[in-house]
């Protein structure tokens, strides 16, 4: 009998598979309803205080595996630029300043769920490392490249 995984499982074997690439503490991991999101088109977002993951549980419900593993890449690797920025080590410095900056003065995208308003946001550093640690990854290990937006390609 073939064992069936949800979407949670996904998102704790992405989270620990992108956690031991990059070699730091894995975050912790929650779910919510898109209701409790100020967006409720966002599929996740890193929380720095917490060292936390939050998933939106109505998008992971109805998306495949493949996507909640290219999230889960996304958003430790936000993990891990927060995690250069607090011990300022790993990158180099004036990656760790735009970081930093960017962490501190973070453009979040509109609630349209359309990157032409989004421009900002996809263009910030931090936001186009983690989409091509994403990218590179997802070809890497499942040979499976990911929609890169317009704006910053």
Avoid at 21 to 27: A, F, N, V
Avoid at 38 to 57: D, L, M
């Amino acid at each position: 009998m073939r064992e069936t995984y949800s979407f949670f499982d996904f998102a704790s074997i992405g989270v620990q598979a992108a956690s031991k690439i990059l070699q730091i503490k894995e975050p912790s991991i929650y779910f919510n309803k898109s209701t409790d999101f100020s967006n409720p088109n966002i599929s996740s977002f890193y929380h720095k205080s917490t060292h936390s993951i939050v998933f939106n549980e109505d998008w992971a419900a109805q998306v495949d595996e493949l996507e909640i593993i290219v999230t889960c890449f996304h958003e430790t690797r936000h993990a891990y630029q927060y995690h250069c920025i607090k011990t300022n080590s790993i990158e180099d410095e004036e990656t760790i300043k735009i970081w930093k900056r960017e962490f501190e003065g973070y453009n979040k995208p509109s609630n349209t769920n359309d990157s032409k308003n989004d421009e900002a946001y996809l263009k910030q550093a931090i936001e186009i490392d983690a989409i091509a640690f994403a990218y590179h990854h997802m070809k890497e290990l499942f040979d499976v490249k990911v929609k890169i937006p317009e704006e910053i390609n």
